[in-house]
């Protein structure tokens, strides 16, 4: 699975829109860029997964650029419930046994 | 629908105590069944997954084992806790290749005292 690099923590206030970019330099031909949301004592969440240009839920937007060497994902007008980390994962669908997490990005909303 | 149900929720265990936590799913049948390990504050680290019965891949050397011995039950078991066997454990499933939209389990929280 291709390396993924994302910002520690972020900070942000209720309202805002929260744009999360991860780094994947060495992303493959066949590789998805999928995101998981976790609250502290909970299993993570299925948020997005995209492969290029924009993917647009309920929850989340998902931007990848056309050389797909980074994504970002746009939480609009977020409130403190969205307080959580969000991880980044980069791989092939066609082997997808076996998701590996990094350390993701710990985003506080403040009131 | 499906949904994946993971017990106890919280489990205090002597030091060389044997473990077991049991995991299970419905409304779907042959998943890829996985458990991961976050310690605290950490990120989640991938310990098993299987995907069939009787098939486990270890992807961390420790003194953990895991057994799958129904379609979609799957066992994590320890002979003997160790002080750093203490962490958040998760159970997921997914439907197999080409699924990136794991489900997971509410965890169970295991503390070795």
């Known amino acids: 699975l291709a390396k993924t690099t994302q910002p520690i923590s972020m900070d942000s206030y209720e309202g805002q829109e929260v744009n999360i970019t991860c780094s994947h330099n060495n992303i493959a031909t066949n590789d998805y860029i999928t995101w998981y949301q976790q609250f502290p004592s909970q299993g993570p969440r299925f948020i997005i997964q995209g492969y290029k240009t924009k993917v647009t839920n309920e929850v989340a937007s998902l931007f990848i650029p056309a050389d797909r060497k980074s994504s970002t994902l746009s939480l609009p007008r977020v409130s403190l419930s969205d307080t959580a980390v969000y991880y980044c994962l980069v791989g092939p669908m066609d082997s997808s046994y076996k998701l590996i997490f990094g350390s993701g990005t710990r985003l506080l909303v403040r009131p | 629908s499906q949904t994946i149900h993971q017990w106890p929720a919280t489990l205090v265990q002597p030091v060389g105590s044997p473990l077991s936590l049991e995991c299970t799913v419905e409304?779907?049948?042959?998943?890829?069944l996985y458990w991961y390990r976050q310690a605290a504050g950490r990120g989640l680290q991938l310990l098993f997954y299987?995907?069939?019965?009787?098939?486990i891949s270890s992807e961390v050397p420790q003194n953990l084992s895991a057994s799958r011995p129904q379609d979609r039950q799957f066992i994590l078991s320890s002979k003997k806790l160790l002080l750093s066997d203490s962490g958040f454990y998760l159970c997921?499933?997914?439907?197999?290749?080409?699924?990136?939209?794991?489900?997971f389990g509410s965890g169970t929280r295991l503390t070795v005292v």
């Open positions: 299987s995907v069939g019965i009787g098939q």
């Open positions: 997921a499933w997914s439907r197999g290749a080409g699924d990136y939209g794991y489900t």
């Open positions: 409304g779907t049948s042959n998943p890829n």
